[in-house]
């Protein structure tokens, strides 16, 4: 297996191999994608592009880019572009290399050599916390990282391996956080921590999406997480919302009570590309990092009339 960074950056044609104490990453990817209807009715909103590498592909080079080894999707009714896209692809390739089109057929293979990928269904959306929940057998007895492919991160180093760092430091789950306007608090779960050392911390309580005067710090869970087994005997322990789903902050609330739990604060730049502000956003950031596009690109953006 290849490993490579920065996430968005030349891809596993500049390599540098990285190991890592966590093999394992579950991407959630069973959610029907409402706000994005009617683009998400036939495609899976985690297949929709930024430039031309679909959402979820970024946080997948970002896990192999931190050493991680196998990657577990989470899938439900209508994903089965997500499979597509990880799987190799004959008659493309056959296609691609018919017509001399070797740049495009190394990119197309690369996918497919990126990683190990395993697939388990997730029924019904019951929440984070279920969809961690259903790949229990998959992951076994050690740690492995959740990665929410909405959260594209680029990071170098990337942000997972961030984590993973701090993972081994603190030997105890580590949740990614950032310091969010006190208006955002209530979009995420909030942290109240206790500082290790700057970027650091070891975590007193959370709260699942707070009041903006409820709410005990500014420093916001994002998609990233770093989990221990025993949070699946955490997340059958932990009570349905009043909407009947089990959020993976309140199992992790449940955690707290058997063991610390930290937090790591991102460095890098974040988009969430789960809202359509955000996403657009993530299209124009990646679209001027790419030398082939940034400047004619940026001349466009400069020639747009103010409405």
Do not use: W
């Amino acid at each position: 297996m290849r490993s490579c960074y920065p996430v968005g950056g030349p891809g596993c044609d500049t390599i540098k191999a990285m190991t890592s104490t966590v093999r394992k990453a579950v991407f959630p990817a069973a959610g029907l994608g409402t706000r994005f209807l009617p683009a998400t009715k036939a495609q899976p909103k985690e297949m929709l592009p930024l430039v031309d590498k679909p959402i979820i592909q970024y946080g997948v080079e970002e896990a192999v880019a931190s050493g991680v080894e196998n990657i577990i999707i989470v899938t439900g009714r209508g994903k089965n572009a997500i499979e597509d896209h990880f799987d190799v692809a004959f008659e493309l390739e056959s296609f691609l290399e018919s017509r001399g089109k070797t740049d495009l057929l190394e990119e197309i293979k690369k996918i497919s050599d990126l990683i190990n990928v395993s697939y388990v269904r997730q029924g019904e959306p019951l929440g984070l916390g279920h969809a961690v929940l259903v790949t229990e057998q998959l992951v076994g007895n050690e740690p492995f990282a959740v990665i929410l492919a909405d959260d594209v991160i680029d990071g170098t180093p990337p942000a997972l391996a961030q984590m993973i760092k701090v993972y081994e430091e603190v030997e105890g789950p580590v949740v990614l956080v950032e310091r969010v306007p006190p208006a955002d608090v209530s979009r995420y779960g909030v942290i109240a921590a206790e500082t290790i050392r700057p970027g650091v911390y070891r975590i007193t309580d959370m709260v699942e999406k707070p009041a903006v005067d409820q709410a005990p710090s500014d420093l916001a869970i994002i998609g990233r997480y770093i989990l221990t087994p025993d949070v699946f005997d955490a997340l059958r322990a932990t009570k349905e919302d009043g909407s009947g789903e089990i959020q993976l902050t309140n199992g992790l609330r449940r955690l707290l009570r058997d063991r610390p739990v930290y937090a790591c604060e991102v460095t890098g730049v974040r988009h969430d590309t789960g809202n359509k502000l955000g996403f657009l956003k993530a299209v124009v950031y990646f679209a001027l990092k790419r030398p082939d596009l940034a400047g004619p690109f940026r001349d466009y953006l400069k020639s747009l009339t103010p409405a």
